[in-house]
């Protein structure tokens, strides 16, 4: 470590101030845990920590990506503190660590700088060289981790400039419909939103997702079932799909079931594919395919077809909506659901209750409405009766309340 350079990076830092764009994620402050911000790549996740040591007055910002940082060894972020406290005659509250991964041994010194109880510490790492996963083995119970996704559509008309106000002109109704539509269809990734480049800025994330977070990560030996496989899923999400039968799809690659199960599951650690389990009461059952394919951004797959598929974009946007409120709600989970033949889009449960019951339909009016959505959502309400759950079908631009027996069931348009 070179300690003018140190000197050099903190000096910067500490007049830093940036124009930041504020995200809805709310993490805390004054944890005695170490929070973690995990999720996929070019989600936003060192603008978030930004913003957050913009926050406060006595805060180090240290991004292990900079050249000045770049050789440091986890004994030197002590050695960091020390010259802060020197430059400045102070002691750093909060300790904000952007790609953490990059030093040797650094859940080493974080756990250290934890046990002495003087700093709130928040670290972020790569999804491409740090899991979620790994984050919570090294750090032994000592973390509380949010997850950071694209924008949401709050996010997006926000950053557009739009306002949303309670009551809104048809005009303004139809323009938020309009912008609902790009956003589908270009997903939510902050520099896709900026720049006017989309198609090639999606296609090169997509390229980094396969070969950076997935190949080079876990040392994938037969890229032929890695490309298959990646290109595979992004063209199937918003539908079932099981390890059989992507198995009984592969004529021409030379492998075995337990490959095609190993590469699967490591893709899911990228962050940006997310594999939802079918509802069952027995632990066993949940944990087996076939499960549903979710994408953390619905511009992803903008890069393999050339028509959007509205329903499967808007099931897939109400997917990313429920990932989200997991960071307000831990105890919520999230399942489909099939009674016999029948399918329901999410079951929501808390605890021991199911809160809800949800279809996604690209409806404009009743008659749109498959009446098989509808039977499945009573098919479902008689196995949970008991719970009293939410029956809710979102729908493109449809609003009522549908009643049938006891059974009401809201229609609600996805924009609201």
């Given at each position: 470590m070179k300690r003018e350079e140190v000197v050099d990076y903190l000096k910067e830092y500490e007049s830093l101030r940036l124009n930041i764009f504020q995200r809805e994620l709310e993490v805390p402050l004054n944890s005695d845990f170490i929070i973690s911000i995990v999720g996929p790549r070019r989600a936003g996740k060192t603008y978030f920590l930004l913003s957050l040591y913009q926050k406060v007055e006595d805060g180090i910002y240290l991004n292990f990506e900079d050249t000045r940082l770049i050789n440091i060894s986890f004994r030197d972020i002590r050695e960091i503190i020390r010259i802060f406290i020197e430059l400045y005659g102070k002691t750093p509250k909060y300790l904000f660590l952007d790609e953490i991964q990059n030093i040797p041994k650094w859940e080493i010194a974080i756990r250290e700088l934890h046990d002495l109880k003087k700093y709130r510490i928040f670290i972020t790492g790569s999804s491409s060289k740090l899991l979620s996963k790994e984050i919570a083995t090294q750090l032994r119970g000592r973390t509380l981790s949010f997850i950071l996704l694209p924008f949401s559509f709050r996010e997006f008309l926000g950053f557009q400039g739009f306002k949303v106000d309670k009551y809104l002109a048809k005009?303004?109704?139809?323009?938020?419909?309009?912008?609902?539509?790009?956003?589908?269809?270009?997903?939510?990734?902050?520099?896709?939103?900026?720049?006017?480049?989309?198609?090639?800025?999606?296609?090169?994330?997509?390229?980094?997702?396969?070969?950076?977070?997935?190949?080079?990560?876990?040392?994938?030996?037969?890229?032929?079932?890695?490309?298959?496989?990646?290109?595979?899923?992004?063209?199937?999400?918003?539908?079932?799909?099981?390890?059989?039968?992507?198995?009984?799809?592969?004529?021409?690659?030379?492998?075995?079931?337990?490959?095609?199960?190993?590469?699967?599951?490591?893709?899911?650690?990228?962050m940006f594919f997310f594999f939802l389990r079918k509802f069952s009461n027995k632990v066993h059952v949940r944990e087996l395919w076939p499960k549903k394919v979710y994408l953390c951004d619905t511009g992803i797959p903008k890069v393999f077809r050339f028509t959007p598929d509205y329903g499967r974009l808007m099931e897939n946007l109400v997917f990313i909506e429920l990932l989200r409120r997991k960071n307000i709600n831990p105890l919520l989970e999230v399942y489909y659901l099939k009674v016999n033949d029948k399918e329901v889009d999410f079951l929501t449960k808390e605890g021991l209750k199911i809160k809800q019951l949800i279809q996604v339909t690209y409806a404009s009016n009743k008659d749109e409405i498959d009446q098989r959505e509808i039977k499945a959502l009573e098919k479902a309400y008689e196995l949970f009766k008991k719970d009293r759950p939410e029956i809710l079908i979102f729908t493109w631009d449809y609003e009522d309340v549908l009643k049938k027996d006891n059974l009401e069931i809201k229609c609600i348009p996805l924009w609201k």
């Amino acid at each position: 470590m070179k300690r003018e350079e140190v000197v050099d990076y903190l000096k910067e830092y500490e007049s830093l101030r940036l124009n930041i764009f504020q995200r809805e994620l709310e993490v805390p402050l004054n944890s005695d845990f170490i929070i973690s911000i995990v999720g996929p790549r070019r989600a936003g996740k060192t603008y978030f920590l930004l913003s957050l040591y913009q926050k406060v007055e006595d805060g180090i910002y240290l991004n292990f990506e900079d050249t000045r940082l770049i050789n440091i060894s986890f004994r030197d972020i002590r050695e960091i503190i020390r010259i802060f406290i020197e430059l400045y005659g102070k002691t750093p509250k909060y300790l904000f660590l952007d790609e953490i991964q990059n030093i040797p041994k650094w859940e080493i010194a974080i756990r250290e700088l934890h046990d002495l109880k003087k700093y709130r510490i928040f670290i972020t790492g790569s999804s491409s060289k740090l899991l979620s996963k790994e984050i919570a083995t090294q750090l032994r119970g000592r973390t509380l981790s949010f997850i950071l996704l694209p924008f949401s559509f709050r996010e997006f008309l926000g950053f557009q400039g739009f306002k949303v106000d309670k009551y809104l002109a048809k005009d303004e109704e139809a323009k938020i419909k309009n912008l609902l539509r790009q956003y589908l269809e270009f997903g939510g990734f902050p520099d896709v939103i900026k720049n006017e480049e989309k198609i090639r800025i999606l296609k090169e994330y997509s390229d980094l997702i396969l070969f950076r977070d997935f190949i080079e990560r876990h040392k994938i030996r037969n890229l032929d079932l890695a490309r298959f496989l990646h290109a595979f899923i992004i063209q199937n999400f918003s539908k079932e799909i099981s390890i059989r039968g992507i198995f009984n799809k592969i004529s021409n690659i030379k492998v075995s079931k337990d490959t095609v199960y190993e590469y699967v599951s490591k893709l899911e650690d990228t962050m940006f594919f997310f594999f939802l389990r079918k509802f069952s009461n027995k632990v066993h059952v949940r944990e087996l395919w076939p499960k549903k394919v979710y994408l953390c951004d619905t511009g992803i797959p903008k890069v393999f077809r050339f028509t959007p598929d509205y329903g499967r974009l808007m099931e897939n946007l109400v997917f990313i909506e429920l990932l989200r409120r997991k960071n307000i709600n831990p105890l919520l989970e999230v399942y489909y659901l099939k009674v016999n033949d029948k399918e329901v889009d999410f079951l929501t449960k808390e605890g021991l209750k199911i809160k809800q019951l949800i279809q996604v339909t690209y409806a404009s009016n009743k008659d749109e409405i498959d009446q098989r959505e509808i039977k499945a959502l009573e098919k479902a309400y008689e196995l949970f009766k008991k719970d009293r759950p939410e029956i809710l079908i979102f729908t493109w631009d449809y609003e009522d309340v549908l009643k049938k027996d006891n059974l009401e069931i809201k229609c609600i348009p996805l924009w609201k």
